[in-house]
């Protein structure tokens, strides 16, 4: 048996976040919250499960992520976001694997995660498709998350294993928050990577977009959220393009 450390960042995340740590909690030797300045009651709902959460201004994910795994004192950690809700079978596989014997430390294991949009499971969810299988259950010493501005990864490990259970990604959960988090996303990936400025780059990727992620990846099976998910990866595709196009032409002026 071996203890097991679990990182859970925050921001404004009280509407998911009991149902978050509730079963985190019979998991976690320790758990450790990295919250990136919330102002509503994240804070008070992280203190009823007795963590005091710690303060980092927000970069990128997988800085906030090292950073928080920075601060465990076991080897093994799981590192989760505060919309993903782990079921009971995903709780009772980490259990046997932590009562097992220790893996490799170049050992990694991969959760089963299941997009929600709107309150609706979907297809895909622009640039993953639904279930994805993630790396989040790893030995600290050999594995960390990468550097990339959006959609970074957890690296260094050599053998994985998918934990069965499923994990409900409650993400997007309304309009605004869809193209709140469109706007933010492509905002982070022009300021920390180099987007080469075309319109006519964005107009050709938007179009590519919309058939690969609406029709090909059955996008249009998801019904009016379908549009909505198909609307984001075109927007997604096109506004990287705009934005790096716009910041490089301001530049010159």
Excluded at 217 to 234: L, S
């Amino acid at each position: 048996m071996f203890p097991l450390s679990v990182c859970v960042l925050t921001f404004n995340s009280a509407r998911l976040l009991k149902d978050v740590l509730l079963p985190l909690k019979e998991i976690a030797d320790e758990l450790i919250i990295v919250d990136s300045g919330s102002s509503d009651e994240t804070l008070d709902i992280c203190q009823q499960f007795g963590v005091m959460p710690v303060y980092r201004a927000y970069t990128t994910h997988g800085e906030q992520m090292n950073y928080a795994i920075s601060l465990v004192s076991n080897q093994w950690v799981l590192c989760m976001d505060s919309d993903e809700i782990i079921d009971q079978k995903t709780v009772e596989e980490i259990k046997k694997i932590k009562n097992g014997t220790m893996p490799a430390p170049d050992m990694a294991f991969r959760i089963s995660r299941h997009w929600f949009v709107l309150g609706k499971e979907v297809h895909n969810i622009y640039p993953v498709t639904s279930p994805d299988y993630p790396v989040r259950l790893f030995n600290r010493e050999c594995v960390g998350f990468n550097s990339r501005p959006v959609d970074d990864a957890a690296e260094g490990y050599k053998n994985t294993a998918v934990i069965a259970g499923f994990v409900k990604h409650d993400t997007f959960f309304s309009i605004h928050e869809v193209f709140n988090k469109l706007n933010g996303y492509t905002t982070r990936l022009v300021k920390y990577k180099r987007v080469k400025p075309s319109l006519a780059r964005g107009v050709f990727s938007a179009f590519g977009s919309f058939w690969k992620w609406y029709i090909f990846k059955n996008g249009w099976k998801d019904g009016k959220v379908g549009v909505v998910t198909g609307t984001y990866a075109v927007a997604y595709s096109f506004m990287k393009y705009l934005k790096a196009w716009y910041q490089h032409d301001d530049k010159k002026h």
